[in-house]
């Protein structure tokens, strides 16, 4: 079961959606091995960041998990003992992933730890109480309450242990058009956590940096913004390869027009 786990909460696949849950939680009821296949699988995957493949595969597994669940008696997922199956999220304003059988079946937590407190058994009672903040959290409250580097790792540290990055590409179009950023690069590939960005060189909010007017080359030539690591020394320089950051208007329109797009990938590597 923690395979399950693991697999879905952001380690190996980060950019799983319901319909892409759904059937893999069915499967693994019924057929480990292959479950365990597909789960390495998509890991592989989500590294190309490529929604079409995504559903190509979840509509493969819909299929195969259903063939399996006729001809095999399941286990079904206990909701009364471990709670909703499918992960609780938030995305305003960034998203937050809770899973439930992750606190009951593997941690052993009881119901009432969470419910009525801090938690209404209500999917969406926190979001509009306004109070699920970061700082909430670091004042012992809501997922704070245990999330305190005590009962469990600290709500300050692993931030992508409940935050998913967002898959598409970041792309300012302030002062100039345009330049780019990938997420997936810089925490998959080169392994970086979200704290040596977030959020004190970048706020976790697309477009918040191009309102300052600092948001310029002299403030990343003076270790600002990317130029944090961008500097010739922890990555590529940043008066370097202007053109592996600036994509340019046509790239910026290629990028906006084919947005939906599955050739979406290998763009920017062409746009000059
Ligand atoms: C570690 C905390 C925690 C534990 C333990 C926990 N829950 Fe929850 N539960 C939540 C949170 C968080 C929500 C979402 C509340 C919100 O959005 O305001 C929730 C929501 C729910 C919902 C509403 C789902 C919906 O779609 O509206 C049900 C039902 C529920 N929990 C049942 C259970 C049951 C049954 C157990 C025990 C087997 C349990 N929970 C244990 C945290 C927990
Ligand atoms: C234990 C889970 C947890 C961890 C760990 C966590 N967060 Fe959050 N975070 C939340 C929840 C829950 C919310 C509120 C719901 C939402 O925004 O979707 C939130 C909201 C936010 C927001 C929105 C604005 C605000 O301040 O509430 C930012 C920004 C944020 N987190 C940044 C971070 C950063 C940076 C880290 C790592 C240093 C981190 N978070 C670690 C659970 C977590
Ligand atoms: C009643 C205590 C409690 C509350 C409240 C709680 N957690 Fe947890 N959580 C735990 C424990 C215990 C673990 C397992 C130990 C650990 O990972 O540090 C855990 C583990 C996790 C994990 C790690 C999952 C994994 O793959 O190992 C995540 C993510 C998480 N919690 C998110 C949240 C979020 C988001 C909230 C608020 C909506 C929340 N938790 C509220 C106790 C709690
Ligand atoms: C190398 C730097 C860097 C790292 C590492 C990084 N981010 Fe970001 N992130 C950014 C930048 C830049 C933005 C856009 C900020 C802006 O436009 O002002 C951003 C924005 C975001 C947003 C907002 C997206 C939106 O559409 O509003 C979220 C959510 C986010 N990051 C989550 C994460 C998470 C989770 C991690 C770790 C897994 C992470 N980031 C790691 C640089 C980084
Ligand atoms: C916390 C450090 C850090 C920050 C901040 C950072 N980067 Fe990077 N970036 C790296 C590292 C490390 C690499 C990989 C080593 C290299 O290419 O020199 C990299 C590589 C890249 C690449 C090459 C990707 C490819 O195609 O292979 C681009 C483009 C890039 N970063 C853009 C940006 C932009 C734009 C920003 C600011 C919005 C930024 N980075 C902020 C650390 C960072
Ligand atoms: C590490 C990524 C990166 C590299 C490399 C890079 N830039 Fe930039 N550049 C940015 C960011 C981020 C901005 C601000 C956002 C925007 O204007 O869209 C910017 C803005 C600019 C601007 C408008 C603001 C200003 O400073 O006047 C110019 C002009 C510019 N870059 C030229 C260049 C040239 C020429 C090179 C190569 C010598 C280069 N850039 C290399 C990331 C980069």
Redesign the pocket.
């Known amino acids: 079961m923690r395979c399950i786990t693991e697999c879905f909460l952001h380690e190996r696949v980060r950019s799983v959606d319901e319909s892409f849950i759904e059937p893999l939680t069915l499967l693994q009821g019924s057929n480990n091995y292959l479950y365990t296949v597909l789960c390495e699988f998509s890991g592989r995957i989500s590294d190309m960041n490529n929604r079409f493949i995504i559903t190509c595969v979840a509509t493969f597994i819909s299929v195969t998990s259903l063939a399996v669940n006729n001809g095999y008696a399941t286990n079904e997922y206990d909701v009364q003992a471990f709670g909703p199956k499918n992960p609780i999220i938030?995305?305003?304003?960034?998203?937050?992933e809770f899973s439930h059988r992750v606190h009951t079946e593997d941690a052993g937590l009881e119901c009432s730890s969470c419910h009525g407190e801090p938690f209404a058994m209500q999917r969406g009672v926190a979001?509009r109480s306004g109070k699920?903040?970061?700082?909430s959290?670091a004042e012992g409250k809501?997922?704070g309450m245990c999330?305190d580097g005590d009962t469990a790792?600290a709500?300050?540290?692993?931030?992508a242990?409940?935050?998913t990055p967002p898959e598409e590409r970041i792309v300012w179009s302030k002062p100039v058009k345009a330049v780019v950023f990938h997420h997936q690069l810089h925490t998959d590939e080169y392994g970086l956590e979200?704290?040596s960005c977030?959020?004190e060189v970048f706020?976790?909010k697309s477009g918040t940096a191009e309102q300052s007017p600092f948001f310029t080359m002299k403030s990343l030539y003076k270790g600002q913004y990317c130029g944090k690591c961008h500097d010739g020394e922890t990555a590529f320089a940043s008066n370097t390869l202007c053109n592996t950051c600036h994509i340019g208007k046509k790239g910026y329109n290629r990028l906006m027009g084919n947005a939906s797009h599955s050739q979406e990938n290998n763009k920017e590597k062409s746009g000059h």
């Open positions: 938030w995305d305003t304003p960034v998203k937050v979001m699920l903040t970061m700082t959290l809501y997922c999330h790792f709500s300050d540290t692993n931030c242990g409940c935050h979200c704290d977030h959020n706020a976790m």
